[in-house]
């Protein structure tokens, strides 16, 4: 046991002497979540983020404000016109400037609605629903509270005190039939941690036995075997991050991750030693590793949600580890299911790694 100590020691003391290390096992993998949860957002569930709404409030009385207030509650992003953020938007709303005046006058007034030049179709329908619910928000509120104060001229105080009351009725939204896809977070950790895995275990992997084989070390440590120690720094890293950083659930599945990283890493260093059996010289071997972790990673769906390919895209994953370990990742983290559910994608990976083990075997020389 001293001796699996002093080698699991020794790989630490060296990672940590290589900075640089650093930013490829921690720094970049983060990045790219970051970034391919931007690039996959969707809808992905019954609860959509809040889009952006450019608002040119013309008003100047309390009516504009109380505008105001109420997108928010229908869950809009406000921003100005003209603004960084106003390039992100999909429509916009223009309060004109007598809006409170002719409310208060009980004359016909409207809120006019317009399109952002180049915004998506899809998703500025939905704003446009949010926009009318606005509207019908406001109608029931200045009825509602005539009617409290029996005919009285509204005021800003009792139209924010009925925006912000509790909902008398509440409405549950879940989906109906079918799972929703996986976007945003949900998607980007669960992809990048199963291709980030996969290609440096592979990488790793065969390099250290090619790098072995060439020193030596492989022959004294058949005569005195020595167990390697498995550190996933990594996995426990960007785990770490997606549940305290990018607030992604995996608390609750975390015995079931555990499992499945562990044996995809298992898979991913077989397939490591095979290559690494195959060709002697490092950079042989890197080359091999990359050629075949990268398409890897894009067959398996860890660079855009299956959902969205084509169906023979969608059964070619299953052709590579990567979409089996992304599936049962799917299963813990998006849909929130139990171990069970998980059996078939650790099998298949399983299946994997036998025959990457029985193919090491028949090549591996010392």
């Not at 001293?2 to 921690?26: E, G, H, K, P, Q």
């Not at 007034?109 to 606005?134: H, M, N, P, W, Y």
């Not at 896809?181 to 980030?196: I, T």
Request: glycine share 10%; hydrophobic share 55%; with cysteine.
């Amino acid at each position: 046991m001293s001796a699996v100590l002093l080698i699991a020691w020794n790989d630490v003391r060296l990672f940590l002497r290589d900075r640089t290390a650093y930013v490829w096992l921690f720094v970049m993998p983060l990045a790219f979540v970051w970034v391919m949860s931007f690039a996959a957002r969707g809808p992905g569930g019954p609860a959509d983020a809040r889009p952006r709404v450019v608002v040119d409030n013309r008003d100047a009385g309390f009516m504009g404000r109380v505008v105001l207030k109420e997108l928010g509650q229908q869950g809009l992003e406000i921003v100005a016109p003209g603004s960084d953020q106003a390039a992100d938007a999909r429509r916009g709303i223009t309060v004109p400037a007598n809006f409170t005046e002719r409310v208060l006058a009980k004359q016909q007034v409207k809120l006019e609605f317009f399109t952002i030049a180049g915004s998506d179709t899809g998703d500025g329908q939905i704003v446009e629903l949010r926009l009318l619910r606005v509207i019908l928000a406001l109608n029931a509120r200045l009825a509602r509270l005539a009617i409290d104060t029996k005919g009285a001229p509204p005021t800003e105080e009792g139209l924010v005190a009925l925006i912000e009351a509790p909902a008398s009725v509440g409405l549950h939204v879940s989906h109906a039939g079918r799972k929703p896809s996986p976007v945003g977070m949900s998607f980007s950790l669960p992809g990048n941690l199963v291709g980030y895995t996969f290609l440096n275990v592979l990488i790793f992997g065969g390099a250290s036995v090619a790098d072995q084989r060439r020193s030596g070390v492989i022959r004294r440590l058949a005569i005195n075997p020595v167990s390697r120690v498995k550190l996933f720094v990594q996995t426990a890293g960007m785990l770490a991050a997606g549940q305290f950083l990018f607030k992604v659930p995996i608390g609750d599945s975390l015995v079931g991750i555990v499992i499945v990283m562990g044996v995809l890493g298992w898979v991913a260093a077989s397939f490591g030693v095979l290559i690494g059996s195959l060709a002697r010289a490092e950079d042989k071997v890197i080359g091999t590793c990359l050629a075949i972790g990268l398409p890897a990673a894009a067959i398996g769906g860890c660079w855009w949600p299956l959902e969205l390919a084509p169906k023979f895209l969608q059964h070619l994953a299953h052709a590579v580890p990567n979409g089996w370990a992304l599936d049962a990742l799917h299963q813990l983290i998006t849909y929130g299911s139990g171990l069970g559910a998980i059996v078939t994608p650790l099998l298949a990976l399983a299946a994997f790694g036998l025959a990457a083990n029985v193919a090491a075997a028949r090549w591996f020389r010392a």
